[in-house]
Each structure stands twice: as C-alpha cells, then as structure tokens.
C-alpha cells in the first residue's frame, strides 16, 4: 500500500465508521500505476464526488491546473510584458514604473494587454500537464518507494513528481511561450497570435516554436520544483507552528487561506531560483538566430537579473492565486483533498523499538 493511499482512509476521504472495503475490481479499489500493484484507495466517501487516485480524480486535477495556470498568467499580462520589455531593453524601459509609462506613450492601454491569447492557452496546456501530471508521478513514485520512504524522503518525492510533470508541460506551453515573447518584445513583428503563429512558421519553421525550450526547461523545472516542494512543505510547517488548530478542525475558508499564503511564500522563492533562465527566454525569442550561452553572454551576470523586482512580485501573487484556485476548485469539486503528512504507523514502531521517539 502507498504512502498517500494508506493515508486515505483516515482523512483523504473520511469513510463512515461502518463502510466495509470494496471488493476488487469496484470502485473502491485503483489500479495503481506500477504493473502488478492495486492502491487499496477507500470507497468514496460520503460528500466526495471520485476516489483519490481515480482517472477521473486525476482528470480533474489537469482541469484544476488549467483553470489556475490560464487565468491567473492572462491577469497579469501587462505586469509580464513590462518585465520582459526591461529584460530585452534596459536602455529604454529603465523600471516597472517607466516601463508602463512607455508602453501606454507608444501603445495606448490596449498595448498593455499585447500576447494575452498565447499566454492564455499556453499557460492552460501547462497548467493541464503540471497539477494533472503532478498529481500522478506524486502517486505513482510514492507507489514505488513505498510507504516508509515516501514519508521520510517526501521533500525528495514532491522535487521528483513536480520536475517529470514540468518536462512535459514545458512541451505544451513552448510553441505559445514563443508567440507570445514576439509579440510583447519585438515591435512591428506582430499584434496577435494569428498574425504570429503563421510569421513564425514561415520564418523559422516548427523550430521557431521550441528554440527555447532548454532554456524554458532551466527555468521551469527549477521553479516548478520549488514550487511545489516549498509549498507542500510550508503547508505542513504552518499547520504545525502557526493555524492554532488542527487542518480538520479549520473551515474551508480557513484552509484556503493557509493554502494563499504558502502559496505566497513559495512564490518568491521561485521567482528568484528561476529569474536568469526566464531572462534568457525572453532575450532568445526576441532575437533570431541566437542560442541561450550567446544570449546569456550578451546580457551579463547583471543583465541576467534584471526585472527582478516586478517578477517576485509578478509571481509571488500568481503562485499564491494559482495555489488557491486549485484548492478552491479542489473544494468546489469535492474531490479528495490530502491532509499535512504522518508518520506511518509501521514506521513509529520501528523507530520507537530503535528507541529514536
């Protein structure tokens, strides 16, 4: 039995006390993902609309993503094109404050929301493969570790399921991540994503979509990795240090407001870990031909920093909006939702017999 599965039947899906196990092969029970192993998940319990684990289950943890990942970027798009603006163009775009003032000078407000439909649907396919894809490699390393070691090596575990769901969602998000750096970064190029889409192909082939994929990798996996890692972990210490009650005996409100503000936490953490790689992207979209050392050189160790404020603050907030939309839909949905972790029981037996508790 899995960590997260044994954990179930005491508070994921809260069974009545006299609810008897599912047969095999009902739906109580789900396939794991390992060949050859069964997650014992419980029945589902009464108010909860799928068993943890299930295809369904994890259908809607992609949809929860999807909503969190497309609305939140698409809100913060003029904050985003600032940013890049001074990442490729110091020299004319000198702070968050001038970088507004020129774009409204040159562009008028509807400049300010310039690369909003590539940023909406790239970042809905991201956030499909990073909480969906999360959710399963979460399940299915924990399955293959067992449960002792995926309580102990937890941190290790959320770092692992985070950077194999962010490979691929990086796939998904490249070819709308490029439209929508040309658009913001490269005045005359383009004004929408169907004008973009084509010029793009026809200049520079489907390469033109996944020429900064690397660099898009080295700065999502890191910060999808810390994303995910810190927030699961703050979560935990915030139950166990800070909300003065117990996670069961907090209201949803409640629970959605330590869910912001870990959120929160591990936004600017994530903001700082991936800055440079994001600075690269958005000098390598906008300039045709370059690769990411050429890019890195030409900007400089300080170059590569620049933008840093707007973008800790940038996704500081949108980690924590995303964190909340996600729980929120989680709740909404009344799907399964996992409790800070325990020790396993086998576990406190061993050590105690260790005489280590």
Excluded at 29 to 46: C, E, Q
Excluded at 337 to 354: C, F, G, N
Aim: charged share 20%; hydrophobic share 45%; net charge positive.
């Amino acid at each position: 039995m899995s960590f997260f599965s044994s954990l179930l039947p005491k508070a994921w899906c809260q069974p009545s006390e006299t609810a008897t196990p599912a047969p095999k092969n009902e739906p109580g029970l789900v396939k794991s993902l390992v060949a050859g192993r069964t997650i014992a998940a419980a029945s589902i319990a009464d108010g909860d609309s799928c068993d943890f684990a299930s295809p369904y289950y994890f259908a809607l943890c992609g949809l929860g993503g999807i909503l969190s990942c497309g609305i939140t970027h698409t809100a913060v798009v003029p904050l985003d094109l600032v940013k890049c603006r001074i990442q490729v163009d110091p020299v004319k775009y000198k702070s968050v404050f001038h970088g507004f003032k020129v774009t409204l000078a040159e562009d008028g407000s509807r400049g300010l929301a310039k690369g909003w439909a590539p940023t909406f649907f790239g970042y809905s396919a991201q956030g499909l493969c990073k909480f969906g894809l999360y959710e399963v490699f979460k399940v299915w390393y924990a399955d293959l570790i067992g449960e002792e070691n995926a309580f102990l090596y937890r941190t290790w575990l959320y770092l692992g399921a985070s950077a194999s769901a962010e490979f691929f969602a990086d796939i998904a998000l490249s070819p709308m991540e490029a439209a929508k750096v040309r658009i913001q970064t490269s005045p005359g190029f383009a004004n929408t994503l169907r004008e973009a889409w084509p010029k793009i192909l026809k200049e520079e082939g489907v390469n033109g979509f996944y020429k900064s994929l690397v660099p898009l990798w080295m700065r999502q996996i890191p910060y999808t990795m810390m994303k995910f890692a810190c927030f699961e972990r703050t979560v935990e210490l915030l139950y166990k240090y800070v909300v003065p009650k117990p996670r069961s005996e907090c209201t949803k409100p409640e629970q959605l407001v330590v869910t912001f503000a870990a959120g929160y936490i591990a936004g600017v953490f994530c903001a700082i870990v991936s800055h440079p790689a994001d600075t690269v992207v958005s000098k390598l979209n906008q300039e045709k031909g370059s690769t990411a050392i050429e890019a890195a050189k030409k900007l400089g160790f300080a170059g590569l920093w620049k933008g840093l404020p707007p973008r800790i603050v940038m996704i500081g907030t949108l980690t924590a909006l995303q964190w909340f939309i996600y729980d929120a839909f989680k709740v909404a949905m009344r799907m399964p939702r996992p409790p800070p972790p325990e020790m396993p029981e086998s576990l406190k037996k061993k050590l105690e017999a260790q005489g280590k508790i």
